[in-house]
């Protein structure tokens, strides 16, 4: 998901003038006397206000998500598993207890803003014997909740639904939750900063989802947090003349005795909630292939399939300029879902970005800047996927790095002063948005994620050299393809191919109440900070 800062022209002609999310005041400040003892450590202790509830802890960085408690014995009593797996900014977002194994959605969709029929069977596997577990669900009016064939009871605590089985399930097993429900598809949430609405997001036709950060709960009972994943199979019923579009592959479409349509997609691959995608309208699926036969399918509205193809046309180009600095694409396709909307948002939904309709159809170095950067994502962000919030900067960061260097040489700013321009406000970003890797949960999305989180990677890389970099880069994406991996994992593998231990270096980049000098640049200069 990109924010946009902008940099003066030097290169070529660069005219942005966005609109950004104004600073927030009164931002907490009290993280910032962390040192590297507390900044690349964690203790998975979350205490929370009001009623008493137990948080499961996050695994180990650098060992795959296994949520809830993992030492309970297959002798031990049933006990609730956790309402959350323990990330201090979300602390009630994922589960503990289990661990989900497959996801399939069924959507009957009827028309736009128009609530209609929705389930969702949820295969698991216990972490722990279990008396009663939780998911992420909010808003939706719930029907039946059933697991294993029997009836549950189910009960609303915020946004957690809290499912009593009718007999506790062992420590081991598998077991099938099924919930029925009537999805609203006119829900949606605000954030302050680059996220602005999330949720379900209505077109003229249909819907475009917009579930990050953590936004599939309004829209399927999940197990929601980035560091969590399974795959889908979607089931989605549209009118004649809509058509449905989900993350993967199209398995099949099969035309009911009534004139509906059923579309049956595979995710293929394990999916994060915040990166599932369900749209639905009038659209056209444009075929076209990627290096070494990668099939790309691009969904756009029928009337902007003309408009907008000269810059989807460059996607071709886009993985090959990525693939020779990350490696091969960590996917089995690709795809551009033109957004026929007025939230002026991109966003990474795995194998299917949505790029706005705006944005595809102004000028080409801020389309492509989209482009890349949501693209980039799949190999950090989708593939690598954060093992908590406070490592966004990992994903935000290398996004806009590539969304930089590959603008530095085709038509936009050079890459060494949209970084000079982020060093001079990098002080006044840790002021108002927490440190890279320190982040509150009201300024997960603010400027410090995208252009002051890229800025890390650009002093990484003048303190090592581009070769240096070049090969910590592509071996990030490699180790942890299709794994969760943090800030602490990140600063240990550059240690590891530097030949030198970093954490001097980087732990005040990243954690520090003040921007470190930049190497190889004594002459840049941090602006003074403005309260």
Not at 297 to 307: A, E, F, K, Q
């Amino acid at each position: 998901m990109p924010l946009r800062l902008p940099v003066p022209p030097v290169k070529a002609p660069f005219t942005r003038t966005p609109q950004e999310p104004a600073p927030r005041d009164g931002a907490s400040h009290g993280l910032r006397n962390r040192r590297t003892a507390l900044a690349l450590a964690f203790t998975g202790a979350v205490g929370i206000t009001g009623a008493a509830v137990l948080v499961g802890v996050l695994p180990d960085e650098g060992h795959s998500p296994a949520p809830g408690p993992s030492a309970a014995s297959s002798g031990a009593a049933p006990s609730p598993g956790a309402p959350g797996i323990g990330d201090p900014l979300v602390p009630l977002d994922g589960n503990g207890g289990y661990t989900v194994r497959h996801y399939t959605l069924d959507f009957d969709w009827r028309a736009p803003k128009t609530p209609f029929r929705a389930g969702a069977t949820l295969s698991a596997t216990s972490t722990q014997a279990l008396s009663r577990f939780d998911l992420d669900f909010a808003g939706n009016t719930l029907h039946t909740v059933t697991v294993d064939g029997a009836p549950a009871t189910a009960v609303r605590h915020g946004d957690e639904l809290v499912v009593t089985p009718a007999k506790p399930i062992p420590h081991g097993s598998t077991f099938t939750v099924r919930v029925s429900y009537t999805a609203d598809p006119t829900q949606r949430r605000h954030r302050d900063d680059a996220i602005q609405d999330y949720g379900w997001v209505p077109t003229a036709d249909g819907t475009v989802l917009y579930a990050q950060p953590n936004g599939a709960k309004m829209i399927f009972p999940a197990n929601d947090h980035p560091s969590l994943r399974a795959p889908v199979t979607f089931r989605i019923t549209t009118p004649p003349g809509l058509s449905a579009v989900a993350n993967g592959r199209l398995v099949d479409r099969a035309r009911r005795p009534d004139g509906r349509v059923r579309w049956t997609y595979d995710s293929e691959q394990p999916v994060a909630a915040q990166l599932v995608q369900v749209a639905i309208g009038k659209f056209a699926f444009v075929d076209s292939v990627g290096p070494r036969g990668l099939p790309v399918r691009d969904v756009v509205p029928h009337r902007l399939v003309t408009d907008t193809e000269a810059y989807r046309s460059l996607t071709p180009e886009h993985l090959a300029w990525l693939e020779r600095r990350l490696g091969p694409y960590p996917f089995r396709r690709y795809g551009v879902l033109v957004g026929d909307t007025d939230l002026p948002v991109a966003l990474e939904t795995q194998s299917l970005s949505v790029v706005p309709s705006a944005a595809l159809l102004g000028d080409r170095v801020d389309a492509e800047r989209d482009l890349v950067h949501e693209l980039t994502h799949h190999w950090t962000g989708d593939s690598v996927a954060i093992r908590r919030w406070s490592d966004l900067w990992l994903s935000e960061g290398h996004a806009r790095f590539y969304e930089r260097l590959y603008s530095d040489t085709h038509g936009g700013a050079a890459i060494e002063d949209a970084m000079r321009a982020a060093y001079e406000q990098h002080d006044q970003w840790r002021h108002d948005d927490g440190a890279p890797a320190e982040p509150t949960e009201p300024t997960l999305f603010k400027r410090m994620r995208y252009d002051g989180s890229a800025l890390v990677l650009y002093a990484l890389r003048e303190k090592v050299g581009e070769q240096t970099f070049d090969r910590i880069e592509r071996s990030w994406v490699t180790k942890y393809r299709g794994r969760a991996a943090g800030t602490r994992d990140f600063v240990a593998l550059a240690s590891q191919v530097a030949g030198e231990d970093l954490n001097p270096f980087l732990t005040p980049w990243l954690y520090g109440a003040h921007t470190p000098p930049m190497p190889g640049h004594p002459d840049w200069q941090v602006n003074p900070v403005q309260d």
